[in-house]
């Protein structure tokens, strides 16, 4: 666990994967060298070699026991286990004795220290201490198998370079993948605001387009006064209510269309719409963009009612090729011309065309004066189900009123191509991944590089040094050793600018190492080969594993196989070497090839599959993230937008709803008209227009002229930016006056550099008999900036609201 914070995905499969790896390496280099070690040993040795191996080897097995199914193991007891491993094969070398035996149990005791920094990677203090008991280890091996009980120094040097460079190589692609856990955090962060940003105004959509088609129509139909038989009322206001006390966004699964669209409401009485289907059911699809067509066609079946003129209309609907389905209302009416209705209309463009944006559908508009109307809504599964928060909630049946005139935004009826959910998911999760890995594989190469580097001016320079006189010639030896060199330091210049190596750089250095092993081999006289002598056998393979780390394994295994090739041939071209010869021949390639194609397998597996693993694991927990987000905002918006309407919209509905309230009654029919004008504002709120200010005003000028007030609109003065709070407080008196009105109207905007005032006259204006429908909402905060004043004189009523705009900062010329 990282100290002091959050142990990201990257990391802890890093962690895991090289624990891992540490504990198969090491338990089969033991198993290997401990079957070797009872055959290379004397026969008389047998029992007590057995006696010291076996329980080396068992501890080995309990270890990869551990690592297939975890046991509740405490941690010193696999500390012991994993110290007593070394401590006995160490023990083991003076009974297996000889050159063939020293080596064996050199290359296993160090291995072994080199992978207890991985299995103990987290544990530092442990892999230290473990390094410590295999030094202790070959102390002792290299004392009792002495007969002058002396002790070599340089292969103790060797192993805890090696285990310093284990460490440094950890610490090295941990913190690369630390690097790409905090970058991930950051690029998710932005993604999740995105995301919730994205599924607030979803919802915030979703809800303007069931307020239009529930409360504020049916508080406009009450405001006109337009029908004589109010049966209807009551219940359509108590669905209404239900239908905004319910939390859109939150549906799952699936739902069968055809049964939806069995259930649109037809109307009542002389509003009844005769629907005649022909449903190609079942038509099962996602919640979401189900019932976003089902509320479409509902708006469209009481837009016929209202405004077509006719009392029938076809439904229709079927399923298309490639998983998607249509949907088709169509009636033969009056029809309209589309681009001649205000784009402030929201019957269509917000509950039909609206809602199948949101589920990344289409819907397309055709009419024309006298020729009808067809409504076809549209939706394919792109392969993958649309976020649950794009999704509409189903209002009660009988909701909703359209406009005769409203017609599709622009582009309403083409389909827009974009990426489905699943598609972006998926490209998310593929550029995750490949930031993950390429930040692992600039640490697994600079691991390599360092490797490089630390081996070739250590322990194999001081080799070379040490043996020029075995060298026949010497001089080509030490070329060998600058090429090497020259190879280091030209991938490692691309690696160090953050670039990969180019094609023809990764060429020249690899044909250049194998030169060096080729001329390192045939320079070196047989019985030196993997010796004290050979410099570069051990450091060749190191020089390529940085050059092929971007690879598959496959190359680097083809490149160590040539250069063993290559060495073997150089031994075999002096004659065959004896069978001890052989045998140290080989445990010296398993101890040095061995060990670096196993490093090599590592990082092709950190690069392969960890980093995939890294990137779906936080990708799901991301999802969880963002959805625990949106579902927090969203019911935090739904109750704020839900308080709002409960000084003024829900008593309406409720009074409406059980009789207390009476459409007969002229204040009951005026407060309805002012909440009806505060809707519209609402509405026009989401409206990208020059002067958001002057929309919003006419938005609440159209529903006063609806109701058959004239008005006249004067705009004085230079529109500047006003911010939407102060807008909703300036508009606020403006709408209640026109609500109010009930002949004829003037509103006035002032724009001045230093204030904005908006004003309304209303003549024959009736009496306010109630407090509600005069002071503003109640979320519209007061604004020490806004001031209101009303005067009534006789049946005239004036009001002006004023905003001091903030003086703009100057700038101090020099």
Not at 9 to 29: A, D, P
Not at 207 to 231: C, E, F, I, K, P
Not at 334 to 348: A, C, H, N, T, Y
Request: charged share 20%; with cysteine; aromatic share 4%.
């Amino acid at each position: 666990m990282r100290r002091g914070g959050h142990e990201g995905n990257s990391e802890r499969l890093v962690n895991r994967t090289v624990e891992r790896y540490g504990v198969w390496l090491r338990s089969t280099v033991v198993l290997l060298c401990g079957g070797l070690g009872l055959v290379w040993a004397d026969a008389a040795d047998v029992p007590l070699a057995s006696a010291l191996l076996a329980p080396a080897v068992l501890a080995c097995g309990v270890r990869l026991w551990v690592l297939r199914r975890p046991l509740p193991l405490p941690l010193a007891l696999l500390w012991t286990l994993d110290a007593a491993v070394v401590l006995l094969m160490g023990l083991s070398q003076p009974v297996l004795d000889g050159e063939g035996g020293n080596a064996m149990v050199e290359v296993a005791v160090g291995i072994s220290v080199i992978a207890f920094q991985f299995e103990w990677a987290t544990r530092p203090v442990a892999g230290a201490a473990l390094a410590g008991a295999g030094v202790v280890a070959c102390v002792l091996g290299d004392v009792f198998s002495s007969s002058e009980h002396d002790l070599d120094v340089v292969p103790l040097v060797r192993m805890l370079i090696q285990v310093g460079l284990a460490r440094a190589g950890y610490l090295i692609v941990r913190a690369r993948a630390r690097a790409a856990d905090r970058s991930a955090a950051v690029r998710a962060a932005l993604r999740r605001e995105a995301d919730v940003a994205a599924a607030r105004r979803a919802t915030e959509r979703e809800y303007l387009a069931t307020l239009h088609d529930t409360a504020s129509a049916t508080l406009l139909m009450v405001s006109q006064g337009d029908s004589r038989d109010w049966s209807w009322l009551p219940p359509r206001a108590r669905q209404d209510l239900e239908a905004l006390s319910a939390m859109p966004g939150f549906e799952t699964g699936s739902v069968d269309l055809a049964a939806l669209l069995g259930c649109v409401p037809e109307g009542e009485g002389q509003a009844r719409v005769r629907l005649t289907t022909h449903i190609e059911g079942p038509l099962t699809m996602p919640s979401g963009p189900g019932l976003a067509i089902f509320n479409g066609v509902r708006e469209a079946v009481t837009n016929v009612s209202r405004h077509a003129g006719v009392r029938e209309a076809v439904l229709r609907a079927w399923r298309e090729e490639g998983n998607g389905v249509v949907v088709e209302l169509l009636d033969a009416g009056r029809g309209f011309d589309p681009d001649s209705v205000p784009v402030r209309r929201r019957g269509i463009s917000g509950s039909i065309i609206g809602r199948m944006r949101a589920v990344e559908g289409t819907a397309s508009i055709t009419s024309r004066p006298g020729a009808g109307t067809r409504v076809r809504w549209r939706w394919h599964d792109r392969g993958g189900v649309p976020q649950a928060h794009d999704h509409g909630q189903v209002p009660p049946a009988g909701d909703g009123a359209g406009q005769a005139t409203e017609a599709r935004g622009p582009a309403a009826g083409q389909a827009t191509e974009v990426p489905g959910p699943a598609a972006r998911t998926r490209a998310e999760h593929t550029a995750a991944v490949r930031f993950i890995r390429g930040q692992l594989l600039i640490g697994a190469q600079l691991v390599a590089l360092l490797i490089c580097l630390v081996w070739q001016f250590t322990i194999s320079l001081r080799r070379l040094v040490a043996h020029q006189d075995v060298y026949h010639p010497a001089w080509p030896q030490t070329a060998a050793f600058v090429c090497l060199v020259a190879v280091a330091a030209a991938g490692g210049a691309s690696l160090l600018r953050g670039r990969r190596i180019p094609p023809g750089v990764r060429g020249w250095c690899l044909g250049s190492v194998l030169a060096v092993s080729a001329v390192s081999a045939y320079t070196l006289p047989p019985h030196h080969a993997t010796g004290p002598a050979d410099w570069a056998f051990g450091v060749v393979g190191w020089h390529a594993l940085f050059l092929l780390a971007d690879l598959r394994v496959r190359w680097y295994a083809a490149f160590l196989g040539a250069h063993i090739g290559i060495n073997a041939a150089a031994v075999v071209g002096h004659g065959a070497p004896a069978a001890a010869e052989a045998a140290v021949l080989g445990i010296a390639t398993v101890g040095s090839c061995g060990l670096q194609f196993a490093i090599g397998a590592l990082m092709t597996h950190l690069l392969r599959d960890t980093a995939p693993a890294a990137g779906s694991a936080a990708a799901r927990e991301e999802e969880l993230r963002t959805r625990e987000r949106i579902h927090e905002h969203l019911q935090s918006d739904h109750k704020e937008r839900y308080r709002a309407l409960t000084a003024t919209t829900v008593p309406l509905l409720v009074g409406l709803g059980h009789g207390v309230l009476s459409p007969h009654d002229e204040e009951v029919r005026l407060r309805c008209g002012v909440e009806g004008a505060r809707m519209r504002r609402l509405f026009a709120e989401g409206d990208a227009v020059a002067d958001p200010l002057l929309n919003e005003l006419r938005a609440c000028v159209e529903v006063a002229e609806h109701q058959g007030v004239t008005v006249s609109l004067a705009v004085r003065g230079q529109p500047g930016e006003v911010p939407v709070e102060i807008r909703r407080e300036l508009i606020d008196p403006v709408a209640v006056t026109l609500g109010r009105t009930r002949s004829a109207a003037r509103v006035t905007v002032v724009w001045t550099p230093g204030a904005v005032r908006v004003s309304a006259v209303g003549v024959d204006c009736a009496d306010d008999r109630t407090e509600a429908a005069a002071v503003p909402a109640p979320r519209r905060a007061a604004d020490p900036q806004v001031s209101v004043v009303r005067t009534r004189r006789g049946e005239s009523m004036w009001a002006e609201a004023s905003w001091s705009r903030p003086a703009s900062p100057e700038v101090a010329l020099p």
